[in-house]
T-cell receptor, first 115, second 113 residues
């Protein structure tokens, strides 16, 4: 079974530039998550989709971050404009459903460096 | 709100040593508890989980018991191997339809031959 695919693996940009990350979840998984993992910290949920609807985006900095999941499959996360503090690994995960006993499968992540 | 506190790392052990990584939590209701592992260059993988009090999760020789009285979920392994070198994250899900995992900061484990 193919896992969660993310691209690119690495990205270096200057502050105030824009950047986009792509995620392809496991086939058939209705729920998709984007997490931000800052160095030395655990992952923090940015946004959760159920099919193509947003379930939770309470921790998404909406003035600069946006995400979409068109057709309920692939998803993109965008940052515009980027700040130095956005340097982190951005993890995408998917699961069959949203229940607490359901396992979430994570991609390898995109490491963003803002200089 | 929910929170997870993990033992500060890094932890360095010799092969075949006993491992304990402490994890305590604060949550409302009856959370499910997880240990995730992140090997170098790879994504997070679920290592084990426990969904109710007194449950013991186990996988690959690792174990953790859900202790509601002490709000703890300590990870243990009797004999570590070099291949266990990774970052370990304790996490909780507080229930409901929103699968919002709350993670600890992670503990880096290095096992030397």
């Amino acid at each position: 079974e193919a896992g969660v695919a993310q691209s690119p693996r690495y990205k270096i940009i200057e502050k105030r530039q824009s950047v986009a990350f792509w995620c392809n979840p496991i086939s058939g998984h209705a729920t998709l998550y984007w997490y931000q993992q800052i160095l030395g910290q655990g992952p923090k949920l940015l946004i959760q989709f159920q099919n193509n609807g947003v379930v939770d985006d309470s921790q998404l900095p909406k003035d600069r971050f946006s995400a979409e999941r068109l057709k309920g499959v692939d998803s993109t996360l965008k940052i515009q404009p980027a700040k130095l503090e956005d340097s982190a690994v951005y993890l995408c995960a998917s699961s069959e459903s949203t229940g607490g006993k359901t396992e979430a499968f994570f991609g390898q992540g995109t490491r963003l460096t803002v200089v | 709100g929910n929170s997870v506190t993990q033992m500060e790392g890094p932890v360095t052990l010799s092969e075949e040593a006993f491992l304990t990584i402490n994890c305590t939590y604060t949550a409302t209701g009856y959370p499910s508890l997880f240990w995730y592992v992140q090997y170098p260059g790879e994504g997070l993988q679920l290592l084990l989980k426990a969904t109710k009090a007194d449950d013991k999760g186990s996988n690959k020789g690792f174990e953790a018991t859900y202790r509601k009285e002490t709000t703890s979920f300590h990870l243990e392994k009797g004999s570590v191997q070099v291949s266990d070198s990774a970052v370990y994250f304790c996490a909780l899900h507080s229930g409901g339809s929103n699968y919002k995992l709350t993670f600890g900061k992670g503990t880096l484990l290095t096992v030397n031959p």
